[in-house]
Every structure is written in C-alpha cells, then in structure tokens.
Nanobody
Framework: QVQLVESGGGLVQAGGSLRLSCAASGSIRRINAMGWYRQAPGKQRELVATITRGATTNYVDSAKGRFTIARDNAKNTVYLQMNSLKPEDTAVYYC??????????????WGQGTQVTVSS
C-alpha cells in the first residue's frame, strides 16, 4: 500500500504565497514522475506542474513564472511553491506520483487533496 499525504493549503489574499507539500509512504521501491493537479468547482481536473526523478519540470502556462515544483527524493516528497496567487488559482490541489513497488509493479497514486482559496 502507498499513501500520499498533502499539506500546506489554506486561505490567502491575492498576491500572497503558499507552499504545498506531499509525502509518499508505504511499499515504495522507486518514485518516478510526481506532479500537482487542481480542480476548481464545476471544472475538470487540470495539470499544474510535473517533475521527473531527474528534476525535469513542466508547467501549465498559467503557472509559469509564479509556481515552482521541487522534490526531495530522499524524503519521497514533492513541493509546490505558489507565489503571486490569483483568485483563479482557487481549487483543490491534488498530488500525484508514479510509483514502482517492491514487486516491480507500476501504479499511479493520488493524494486526498488540499484546498487553496485565494481571496480578491
């Protein structure tokens, strides 16, 4: 079993910052790509940022220049630093990780989500 536990969401004013964290635990042999997604009310879940094990990153256009994704492989943790937040960033943010377990099986896992609310 693998668990992803997110933290760091909350309420912030426009222009403010938040840092999300997501720690993976359980039967983990290797974590491959990790990422953050978000889902606003009435909208589909969308990719925000991804990072490979080798630290290659990818961002949705709306996050470029404001958000930074990083990971600590020793801690099985991925972070999302969000600066210059806007009301349109309001959503539930989900962590995702592609994990190979000790049986050499590959699975994609999701966290429970953390609410980010940006007030204008």
């Amino acid at each position: 079993q693998v668990q992803l536990v997110e933290s760091g969401g909350g309420l912030v004013q426009a222009g403010g910052s938040l840092r999300l964290s997501c720690a993976a635990s359980g039967s983990i042999r290797r974590i491959n790509a990790m990422g953050w997604y978000r889902q606003a009310p009435g909208k589909q879940r969308e990719l925000v940022a991804t990072i490979t094990r080798g630290a290659t990153t990818n961002y949705v256009d709306s996050a470029k220049g404001r958000f930074t994704i990083a990971r600590d492989n020793a801690k099985n943790t991925v972070y999302l630093q969000m600066n210059s937040l806007k009301p349109e960033d309001t959503a539930v943010y989900y962590c995702n990780a592609d994990i190979t377990n000790w049986d050499y099986e590959w699975h994609s896992y999701w966290g429970q989500g953390t609410q980010v609310t940006v007030s204008s």
